[in-house]
């Protein structure tokens, strides 16, 4: 999935204030998630989507018991990211299974940018990944695949160009604390619009996390290895590539 929707859901919250004899009951049908964050900036695939300034993002998952999915993602960015758009809205639907110590997950992801003047920015994106975890560890593979889709060219008239995404990511808990830890390491290829100069480039990102009730305090390093500054010579905007700390704050339902 593009992000991880985290939290309790209001079917969990009532179970931990029911009766002991409540645990006995069959789980539910469907499961509601959800959260709210306040990041210092947008880093999507290791490139600023805000001009390295603050977003504001939230997303609400359903999940149903057989382990399809639907989930919707929202996050304010800057007007370079999508014709004159400072909206981005995810749509989503998939499907996650747990075999053994492996988790399976396929699934499609649809880029909605609202009020884009428009532009033909909106494209899908399928996606599969499988995520093993190791005691307090956790390891994962990840692929997602854009066809070609005029969307993704650097301008309309062009032609269509399509986009390869793969990444693994490492993350862990350190027991008996409210503390983790991760890493991240990805490969994006191209040409396309979400490889903006024109070729591969390569992301990665260290961080760590303080969880504390339904709050979860983050803050990480990200860079790549490539540079873009949007509409270089109008404006102000700076290296959307270069590498930065960034902070979140997130609430989870």
Do not use: C
Request: charged letters at 15%.
């Amino acid at each position: 999935m593009r992000k991880s929707i985290l939290g309790l859901s209001a079917v969990a919250l009532a179970a931990l204030s029911a009766p002991a004899f409540a645990q006995d009951e069959p789980t539910p049908e469907l499961t509601v998630t959800g959260n709210a964050a306040v990041v210092t900036d947008y880093r999507f695939r290791g490139l600023s989507q805000t001009d390295k300034r603050f977003a504001l993002q939230g997303g609400i998952t359903v999940t149903h018991a057989s382990g399809f999915y639907v989930s919707t993602w929202g996050s304010s960015i800057d007007d370079y990211v999508a014709a004159g758009s400072d909206q981005e809205l995810d749509l989503i639907a998939g499907y996650s299974k747990t075999v053994g110590a492996a988790t399976f997950d396929v699934g499609v992801l649809y880029y909605y940018y609202p009020s884009s003047g428009g532009g033909n920015t909106d494209f899908v994106e399928p996606y599969a990944s499988v995520k093993g975890t190791f005691g307090p560890a956790t390891a994962k593979l990840s692929a997602a695949y854009a066809p070609k889709q005029h969307a993704l060219s650097f301008a309309g008239s062009k032609p269509r160009e399509d986009n390869l995404y793969l990444a693994g990511d490492l993350s862990a808990s350190i027991p008996n604390t409210p503390l983790g830890v991760s890493a991240h390491l990805g490969h994006n290829f191209g040409p396309s619009y979400l490889v903006p100069v024109g070729k591969g480039y390569t992301d990665w990102s260290v961080g760590a996390t303080y969880t504390w009730s339904h709050l979860t305090f983050g803050v990480s390093y990200v860079d790549t290895d490539t540079h873009f500054r949007p509409n270089a010579g109008v404006g102000n905007f700076r290296d959307a590539a270069r590498g930065g700390v960034v902070g979140s704050v997130t609430a989870s339902f």
